[in-house]
């Protein structure tokens, strides 16, 4: 019964439509097979609409007793409408008088992948069950949970959900694989691992959209741990789950996981996959983000094809390690050698290298150039980039008029960078407290501001205005705010160990505290005394400043690096806050008296600290 219903092509094939129009005999009406097998052949909206016209003389689509062929011969013809021309299928589809669910997908599907009709899918999937003739199928949700997704229509999804699970389709991998993915984009990781955790049936996608929310969402070190579980259950990673665990690495500054992640991409997958510029763009990103400079650069040189991104990794890599000559080259080769057009990330890249070198004539000429002769519209990170870069270089007053003249509303990385300078460069108490209210205006409630209030409890204790240390503190009291705790990692074996200042939590405890005792001993022998000014205040009640330097979080990860890490190898620490004065000149001595290389990640650049000097050249 159900194969008499499949249309069959004709046994002669006809060549083109049928004319009407000259033949004084009239031609008999091509039939639905006919038509069928021509929409199959079809390759412009032209001939498409010829089809469509000859189709309209033998029945057309507003009348309620089609016939299953000819309902199916409009299926198909809107389908191939929806790929060249939206407007035209969603007439026809209006048309339809008794559309089916395979219509009603069709449409949603188009709708759903359009790049600005997204929310029509949304509004079709409402038409369906309102009609209530057709029932949405497991082919309907997927494309409706895409587009709430992209729509962020996180009740509409939710709604979806509860009909998903009361038509029986909660068993369904493919429907799963989306309402994880749309739980995931939307930020709601628990119900997506929910989702994930109960389904019955996973696949190689169930476990790709997972740990993709996870990278998406900055929660690396479990979208890596699901990785190694998908590993332990004999799922074969593509290249699609290779490309999350590769950001992941870069992420978690995870370089051997990354350096593995490398080989398994080039053993596994065919030439084409290796070769493949976004595969590639990703692991140099990974490289650069985990300090392997020389490594991006090589696989730089070799990829077979190079886009903007990969040009834009490349010269945001050299900004992060403070390498601008390099920087601009790149940017000089990207457009003269490989007439390349750079773009707004690109600038960022350029001006982030001139900030980390402190070069402000420089920075002022590329960030005028941009506009002049590249004809990019600065935006608000470049504004960003060129007020930090004159704040840090103590250009407080210039950095305030950048501000006060940028065409778009400064948002508080802007204003948190130039308190930070403010507080780094003695910028007035004035100045201070004006960019400290701004901070608190526009942060209100969002919780982002315990930088600003610890900032500004600096500035106060330095203008000896204790006072006013006492009032902020009891603010930041009052309002539940909390200094976010320093925070250092360090990867060994493909093992990755956090530390937070002061911690006791590790098993390895007592073996690191005894190794930092070894470290202060044999570098106080080099002279160096404790610089106290950058010890948290609150240690000065409790005279407690000295202990509260040693016990930042990276010298614990150094600390642990030097007990673990193979000998002669860098030890790679990533940090989450900028590293202060005394632990750059700590980690200088240390890798001077102990003769090794140590690479610092930290939240803005990278520093290289090898036989007592930093790549930083001490500005950062
Ligand atoms: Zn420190
Ligand atoms: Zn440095």
Known sequence: MALALIPTPPKTLPTS???TSTCSVPAPFPSCHHLLFLVKDCKTMTQLKQIHAQTLKTSSPSSSTLSYHTLFLYSRILRF???HDLHYASRLFNAIQNPNSFIFNTLIRAY????????????????????????????TFPFVLKACAFLFAISEGMQIHARILKLGFGSDAHVNNSLIHFYATCGYLDIARKVFDEMPQRTVVSWNVVID?????????????????????SFEPDKFTMQSVVSACAGLGALSLGLWSHVYVLRKFSREVAD????????LDMYCKCGSLCV???????????????WNAMILGFAIHGCVDKALDALDRMCTVECLRPNSITFVGVLSAFNHRGLVREGRMYFDLMVSKYKIQPRIEHYGCLVDLLARAGFIEEALDVVSEMPMKPDVVIWRSLLDACCRKNGGIEVSELVARRIFELDEGEGMSSGAYVLMSRVYASANRWEDVGLVRRLMGERGIRKEPGCSSIEIDGFVHEFVAGDTSHVHSKEIYEALGEIEERIALMGYRPELSQAPLVAELNGEKENSLRLHSERLAIAFGLLNARPGAPIRILKNLRVCDDCHTVTKLISSVFGVEIIVRDRTRFHRFKDGLCSCMDYW
């Open 296 to 310: 991006a650069c090589q696989l730089f040189e070799k990829m077979p094809k190079r886009d903007v991104t990969s």
């Open 81 to 83: 409408s929806t790929l």
């Open 112 to 139: 759903a992948s359009s790049s600005h009709h997204k929310s029509h899918s949304l509004l079709l999937y409402h038409r369906m069950l309102s009609q209530s003739i057709v029932s949405p199928d497991k082919y």
């Open 276 to 283: 493949d510029v976004l595969m590639n763009n990703s692991l």
């Open 213 to 233: 929310g996870y990278v998406c969402w900055g929660e690396f070190e479990t979208a890596l741990g699901l990785f190694k579980e998908m590993v332990g259950k």
């Open 17 to 19: 439509i049928p004319s």
